[in-house]
């Protein structure tokens, strides 16, 4: 098994708990908001560790791979595929379904990496790709510091990843920051519903609306910016919504940097060049 069992350089501040907004409303001159704190990202990866096991199958049960399928499609990440050795990186990998969807879309060998934070989910991703006859790149490392160079990736995307974080537009940042210009990112986010709403309890995750997402994406300098909600199975119908844009063609230069995600970290530290 390829991975890189250790966490990059993960700066200090990504251990640090935020909060994120639950609900808010207003009764005469009070305004009330309800926040709650996110689980830090040692508890999480824990959680997802224990979770790995099943993981796989509960993704079968919840249809994900066929679910990514159309959005996928739709984002224009197959025809930007097109060319010879293109790359695509995967955020919050999992047990692989929105990289197999992507494989099974593709129908074309592309160079194939993920990352998560969790070791026990890089394993099941690990197999369950193999299994499909693609050789993935793992590593273990944070969505909010990737461990690439700038403009390595012709897709960069990641499903039920960002919801987790109290501040998404780091995560943003680092995937616009690897993408190409021309390149698409994709995610794809939990939406409010009712089972939005348990996962949200149980996960401590934003539920996720097409404006909020919209804005998300243009906050970090993307275009043609989609979103389209989506099916699951097992009776939780359009729980989730996936979301699309490109990186501006002109865009050469990283975006700008607030020094938190990229701090101390050069090109030569980054071990998975290509
Ligand atoms: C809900 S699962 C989704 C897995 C997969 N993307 C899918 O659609 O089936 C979220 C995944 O993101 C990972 N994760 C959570 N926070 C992360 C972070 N800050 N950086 C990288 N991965 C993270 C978890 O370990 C877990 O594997």
């Known amino acids: 098994m390829t991975i890189a069992n250790r966490i990059l350089s993960t700066p200090s501040t990504l251990g640090s708990q935020g909060s994120i907004p639950i609900a808010s409303g207003g009764f005469g001159s009070f305004e009330i908001a309800l926040r709650r704190r996110t689980r830090t990202a040692s508890d999480l990866a824990d959680m ?14 919840l249809g994900l791979e066929t679910a990514y399928s159309d959005p996928l499609i739709s984002s224009g990440a197959v025809e930007v595929l097109g060319k010879p050795s293109a ?13 197999l969807a992507l494989a099974r879309v593709a129908q074309k060998p592309f160079d194939h990496h993920g990352i998560d934070t969790s070791s026990a989910m890089l394993a099941v991703a690990d197999a369950e790709l193999r299994r499909a006859a693609i050789v993935p790149q793992l590593h273990q490392a944070d969505v909010r510091a990737i461990p690439y160079p700038d403009l390595t990736f012709d897709v960069v995307m990641a499903a039920h990843v960002l919801e987790h974080l109290s501040e998404p537009h780091l995560a943003l940042r680092e995937m616009v920051r690897v993408l190409k210009p021309g390149g698409v990112l994709f995610a794809c986010m939990t939406r409010r519903s009712v089972f939005g709403t348990f996962v949200q309890l149980r996960w401590r995750t934003w539920t996720v609306s097409n404006q909020q997402g919209i804005a998300w994406l243009r906050e970090s300098g993307l275009t043609d ?5 989506i099916e699951l199975g097992f009776g939780t119908g359009r729980a989730s919504t996936a979301f699309w844009a490109k990186k501006p063609l002109g865009a050469l230069d990283s975006p700008p940097n607030d020094g938190v995600a990229a701090r101390g970290r050069t090109v030569d530290d980054c071990p998975a060049q290509i």
């Open 48 to 61: 997802y560790d224990g979770a790995s096991k099943s993981w796989a199958q509960t993704s079968r049960r």
């Open 87 to 99: 790359h695509v990186l995967d955020c919050g990998i999992g047990s692989g379904s929105l990289s």
């Open 225 to 229: 910016l989609q979103a389209r909600p």
